[in-house]
């Protein structure tokens, strides 16, 4: 064939090497030099920067691992300042007594019997057993008023519902859970006095932001698909509630308020430390922690452990049938 006839062919441009390719990035808008030095830690996530093949793109992934290594050094120096600035190291200074130390332990393991049931030296009243069923009827009053309140704020506080009226809800919850159980305890002393009333406004009160909360975000999160059927069916707010809402997150809601009982169960016990022998377990442990008494200490934290066992193991297996 005539070079004359020979079909002209385009000019094939020879592949770059590797080194060129490796800095073969490009822009495709204009960009700063505070976002290429931002993109060269952290990657571009927005697709301002074009590569011309995967070796290039892979040899400019984001430097991470400096991004980890600054945050862990700085975490470092503030732990190190924290424990500076509080004396953690005075604490070595008193040397240990492991012979009480031993002893100590040794009784704690050796519970009194007599202190537990309440017989003996001790009254029926001053018993472990008693202030552990006191602590109990305390948690169950407080968790089932701070539940049955708690519906309706959680009803009110889902965007899902009720719109941008349910800010109105959602901040009073949050300010109802800015207050720790304790706190609150010291608020309704003044009111009350150190009285079993005082601990059931305690968790009834703190229950409400939390477990309100708790109701808004399950029905949020749910499908809630019978709203769409009452909407084409004319029904009004009370009727969609009633037949749509309800029947769905029943099962959420009330596993929601087993798991709040559960820790009730536990704060119950840190309450009564505040209100003396009316409010259960809490101030029998703190007596017997100011008297060095092991024994009945010993006793006391063997009688929450079978209480918060018994508890739980009952919450899950009731949990279990309402799923």
């Known amino acids: 064939m005539n070079d004359e006839n020979r079909i002209p062919t385009p000019e094939q441009s020879p592949k770059p090497a590797l080194d060129d390719r490796a800095n073969s990035g490009a822009y495709t808008k204009k960009v700063s030099g505070f976002k290429k030095?931002?993109?060269?830690?952290?990657?571009?996530?927005?697709?301002?920067?074009?590569?011309?093949?995967?070796?290039?793109?892979?040899?400019?992934?984001p430097k991470m691992w400096l991004v980890n290594l600054v945050a862990f050094l700085?975490?470092?120096?503030?732990?190190?300042?924290?424990?500076?600035?509080?004396?953690?190291?005075?604490?070595?200074?008193?040397?240990?007594?492991?012979?009480?130390?031993?002893?100590?332990?040794?009784?704690f393991f050796t519970p009194d019997w007599s202190h537990f049931w309440g017989y003996g030296d001790w009254e029926y009243t001053e018993g472990v057993f008693h202030n552990l069923l006191t602590t109990l009827g305390i948690t169950v009053v407080g968790t089932?008023?701070?539940?049955?309140?708690?519906?309706?704020?959680?009803?009110?506080?889902?965007?899902?519902?009720?719109?941008?009226?349910?800010?109105?809800?959602?901040?009073?919850?949050?300010?109802?859970?800015?207050?720790?159980?304790?706190l609150l305890a010291l608020f309704f002393?003044?009111?009350?006095?150190l009285t079993w009333v005082t601990a059931i406004l305690c968790l009834s009160i703190h229950s409400i932001g939390m477990v309100g909360k708790l109701f808004s975000d399950q029905l949020d999160e749910s499908d809630l698909l019978g709203l769409e059927a009452m909407d084409a069916q004319g029904a009004n707010g009370l009727q969609r509630i009633h037949l749509a809402v309800v029947p769905e997150v029943t099962p959420a809601f009330l596993s929601v308020g087993l798991y709040r009982f559960d820790i009730n169960l536990r704060t119950a016990t840190?309450?009564?430390?505040?209100?003396?022998?009316?409010?259960?377990?809490?101030?029998?442990?703190?007596?017997?922690?100011?008297?060095?008494?092991?024994?009945?200490?010993?006793?006391?934290?063997?009688?929450?452990?079978?209480?918060?066992?018994?508890?739980?193991?009952?919450s899950s297996w009731l949990r279990k049938k309402l799923v």
């Open 189 to 193: 002393v003044n009111l009350t006095g």
């Open 144 to 182: 089932l008023i701070g539940f049955i309140l708690a519906i309706p704020f959680g009803l009110f506080a889902s965007h899902r519902l009720f719109g941008r009226w349910a800010y109105i809800s959602e901040i009073l919850l949050i300010t109802i859970r800015t207050f720790p159980e304790l």
């Open 74 to 107: 700085l975490f470092l120096g503030l732990l190190v300042y924290m424990c500076y600035h509080t004396k953690i190291t005075h604490a070595f200074d008193t040397p240990v007594n492991w012979a009480n130390v031993r002893e100590h332990v040794h009784d």
């Open 270 to 314: 840190m309450i009564g430390l505040v209100l003396n022998d009316s409010a259960g377990i809490g101030y029998v442990i703190l007596l017997d922690m100011a008297k060095n008494n092991y024994h009945c200490l010993g006793a006391d934290t063997l009688g929450i452990i079978i209480l918060i066992i018994l508890v739980d193991l009952f």
């Open 37 to 61: 030095f931002l993109f060269f830690f952290t990657g571009d996530k927005q697709g301002i920067t074009h590569y011309k093949d995967p070796v290039s793109a892979y040899q400019a992934r």
